[in-house]
């Protein structure tokens, strides 16, 4: 649970930016007073030399895999150190959603997530990963067996890891091109990395389609339906870091930055808002209004189906999205998950069919073309924080 601590009242906030503005003028007191972001907390020197039983270069890997998208930020890996190259990727269920994702379905896709990063990111160091899964149920603690072993070099650009972020606003209208779609759709002529895993189909729907249009309605009244579902709000609230005191301790969660909370209002829920803030009906009105907006305005939606939720889909698929991720920014694409029709009834049973689709729906994804690309703000905890003894 989130601590409530360092938060200023109404009148200390006011006399202290009172006092700052004579002191400094009404701009500089906003970049005093300016949110947290990825790069405000760089790793201190300890958090970048090796930690037992890891080399450097496994460090490196380490905290690329970590740049990998997950609900709420919630990070949710852990790795356990077998002996040197050879580790167990596993869940931690602290970071569980059970409110929202009581399967652990979109857990598994955010560590497919990571596991593709970390991949991508041995290969640049010239390892190849040997990657079985070993997780029978979702609930597992260990989800995969990892062996480092000397192989050809990748020549992967890492820096598109590190910008890779989710965007939610600022949305062009204008509909996604083919030869866009197509460019980073074709996994689905990727070989299965996973022995027994169909490759994903991507369905692209324009927001005018009659299918566009139930993915707007559909989404935003999940959206009211969870906002109002007290025990999903409550699992949000528990991952809001609203302050930046809380944000530099946790490192995870969402944070007035990451919801893209900015200027004034950012400033205001940064000093006087608190989890119990989130559990308010004006917050929950808010949610679902800025939920609506969003949908009117993007560039067409992408549903991405399986023919199953086993385990090993589940981690390809992730697989397969972050490789998505890493070459929308080239193309100033944004790809926003939308979960939420996903998570809530009637839904999450009803999509396949509505959208005449015969597989499981996998991704609800949000797309649009952006005039610019902001940088990634969520945060990551170090290292060091994922590794069990
Ligand atoms: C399985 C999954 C589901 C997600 N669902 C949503 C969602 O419904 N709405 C949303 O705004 N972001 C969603 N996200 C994005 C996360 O909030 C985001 O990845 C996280 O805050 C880290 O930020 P970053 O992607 O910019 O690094 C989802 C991410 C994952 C992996």
């Known amino acids: 649970m989130v601590k409530k601590e360092g938060k200023m009242n109404r009148r200390n906030f006011l006399k202290c930016s009172g006092q700052a503005i004579l002191l400094l003028g009404g701009m500089s007191m906003l970049h005093a007073c300016s949110s947290i972001k990825r790069e405000d907390i760089p790793r201190s020197d300890s958090e970048k030399t090796s930690i037992k039983g890891l080399e450097k270069d496994e460090m490196e890997i380490l905290d690329y895999a970590s740049l990998a998208p997950s609900g709420h930020n919630t990070q949710p890996w852990t790795l356990k150190i077998v002996e040197p190259k050879h580790w167990v990727i596993g869940s931690n269920k602290k970071c569980w959603l059970p409110a929202v994702d009581p399967e652990n379905r979109e857990l598994l896709l955010g560590i497919g997530a990571f596991i593709e990063n970390l991949v991508i990111a041995a290969g640049t160091f010239g390892y190849e990963v040997d990657l079985q899964i070993i997780a029978k149920s979702p609930m597992d603690p260990e989800i995969a067996d990892i062996r480092l072993k000397k192989g050809k070099t990748l020549d992967f650009p890492l820096a598109k ?95 007035p930055e990451s919801m893209e909370i900015k200027g004034i209002a950012g400033l205001f829920v940064r000093n006087f808002y608190d989890r119990q803030s989130v559990l308010k009906e004006s917050f929950r009105k808010q949610t679902v209004d800025i939920v609506a907006k969003q949908v009117k305005t993007c560039g067409g939606w992408l549903v991405v189906t399986s023919q199953d939720s086993s385990i090993p889909t589940l981690i390809e698929y992730g697989r397969v999205w972050e490789n998505m991720l890493l070459k929308v920014r080239e193309k100033m694409i944004a790809l926003h998950p939308m979960t939420q029709m996903l998570e809530e009834e009637p839904w999450r049973k009803q999509i396949a069919k509505e959208l005449s689709l015969t597989s499981e729906v996998q991704w609800i994804l949000r797309m649009g073309y952006l005039k610019s690309y902001p940088d990634p703000v969520s945060l990551r905890m170090p290292v060091s924080w994922f590794i069990q003894a």
Not at 172 to 190: G, N, S
Not at 210 to 225: M, V
């Open 161 to 255: 890891v590190k910008q890779r972020r989710t965007v939610r606003s600022g949305f062009a209208d204008q509909e996604i091109k083919t030869e866009d779609l197509k460019y980073f759709t074709r996994h689905e002529a990727r070989a299965c990395l996973l022995a027994n895993v169909p490759s994903p189909h991507s369905f692209f729907f324009p927001n005018h389609s009659p299918q566009g249009k139930y993915l707007q309605e559909g989404t935003i009244e999940a959206n009211r339906k969870q906002a109002f579902r007290d025990p999903a709000q409550e699992e949000l609230a528990n991952w809001i870091r609203w302050s930046n005191k809380e944000a530099k301790l946790y490192r995870n969660g969402l944070t």
